[in-house]
């Protein structure tokens, strides 16, 4: 048996320009199909972007608009893994542009709401460092960021 398992999110009615925004941020991505609303579909004028199947980095997902029943949480986020700190700032003021907001941490919604984390590897590794002292130090660095920041954090856990 072949399974295929990815993201499926709904949106209002924003799944294409979310689609636009996040392959135009994400390098190897592409949006894949459009879909429309057929005649008689109720509640929405006959073509009407129904869905979007993209890919995020090769990553497919699916995007559903399907009205305002459900909303995004930071219980489901997008987890970008970055090497440099433009990466990070291009990412960053990419999702947060027309609309987005910041939180802690290196997390943020985006204007539709979705959340992302834009996490720099050097994170990763300064809190797998084996001296305690320098990943608490990363780790606590960490903590009053937003956006973060690769220098401070390195400086951070260098003491």
Known sequence: MQTRVHPF?????????????YTSLIPNSRVLETRRYPDGAPG?????????TFELDGLPVEALN??????????????????TQDEVDHLWDGLIAGGGEPSQCGWLKDPYGLSWQIV???????????????SGRAMQAMLAMQKLDVAALRAAADG
């Open 120 to 134: 720099p590897r050097v994170l990763e590794e300064l809190l797998q460092d084996p001296d305690p002292g320098r």
């Open 66 to 83: 399907a009205g305002p029943q459900f909303r995004f949480t930071e219980a489901f986020s997008f987890y970008v893994s970055v090497d």
């Open 9 to 21: 999110l709904w949106y209002d009615r924003e799944a294409e320009q979310a689609a636009a925004l």
């Open 44 to 52: 929405v004028e006959p073509g009407q972007v129904m869905g979007v």
